[in-house]
């Protein structure tokens, strides 16, 4: 068993013990959440992929584009192999590119409002805060949507 699901497993477990419900019962819980998790069901709205016009185009520099990101799940991605100048070009000088792109564009203001404030003077550990952010809200999504998808 990979990594995430043994993580999807132990949130399922844990969930299934503080609710007390099976989301379907024909249905392994775990399957559906795996589904749910990997992108096999409805996407929420938040986690849409927008038109190239609205994307983010994550940056260097002034002057060096460096990805197109279309999505929170893209960005996430991104984020985690990016070289550590584009996360400081966009975070610096009281301004945070990510928190507004997400909120303007994506729509998501809570999940703007958690990166917004976001800070450290280490760029790695930058990083990692920032995706674990989006990572928390991207499962957070997903499972809200299992849970309205088979209400």
Same mark, same amino acid.
């Given at each position: 068993?990979?990594? =995430?699901?043994?993580?999807?497993?132990?949130?399922?477990?844990?969930?299934? $013990? !503080?609710?007390?419900?099976? #989301?379907?019962?024909?249905? $392994? *819980?775990?399957?559906?959440?795996?589904?749910?998790?990997?992108g096999k069901n409805k996407l929420h709205h938040y986690?849409?992929?927008? &038109?190239? *016009?609205?994307?983010? &185009?994550?940056? &260097?520099?002034? +002057?060096?584009?460096? @990805?197109?990101?279309?999505?929170?799940?893209?960005?996430?991605? #991104?984020? *985690?192999?990016?070289?550590?100048? @584009? !996360? !400081?070009?966009?975070?610096? $000088?009281?301004? %945070?590119?990510? @928190?507004?792109?997400?909120? $303007?564009?994506i729509g998501n203001k809570e999940l703007s409002e958690?990166?917004? +404030?976001? %800070?450290?003077?280490?760029?790695?550990?930058?990083?990692?805060? !920032?995706?674990?952010?989006? =990572? %928390?809200? #991207?499962?957070?999504?997903?499972?809200?949507?299992? =849970?309205?998808? +088979?209400?």
């Open positions: 068993m990979d990594k =995430y699901s043994e993580i999807l497993k132990k949130i399922l477990i844990f969930s299934n $013990d !503080i609710f007390g419900i099976r #989301i379907i019962p024909e249905e $392994d *819980e775990f399957t559906l959440l795996k589904r749910a998790v990997l986690l849409r992929k927008v &038109k190239p *016009e609205h994307s983010f &185009k994550l940056m &260097k520099n002034k +002057n060096e584009i460096i @990805a197109e990101i279309f999505s929170l799940e893209e960005l996430s991605n #991104i984020l *985690e192999i990016a070289p550590e100048e @584009a !996360i !400081i070009f966009h975070i610096k $000088d009281n301004r %945070n590119d990510f @928190a507004t792109w997400i909120r $303007d564009v958690k990166l917004k +404030n976001v %800070n450290h003077k280490n760029p790695e550990e930058l990083r990692w805060k !920032i995706v674990s952010i989006i =990572y %928390n809200e #991207i499962i957070t999504l997903k499972l809200s949507q299992l =849970y309205t998808n +088979n209400l």
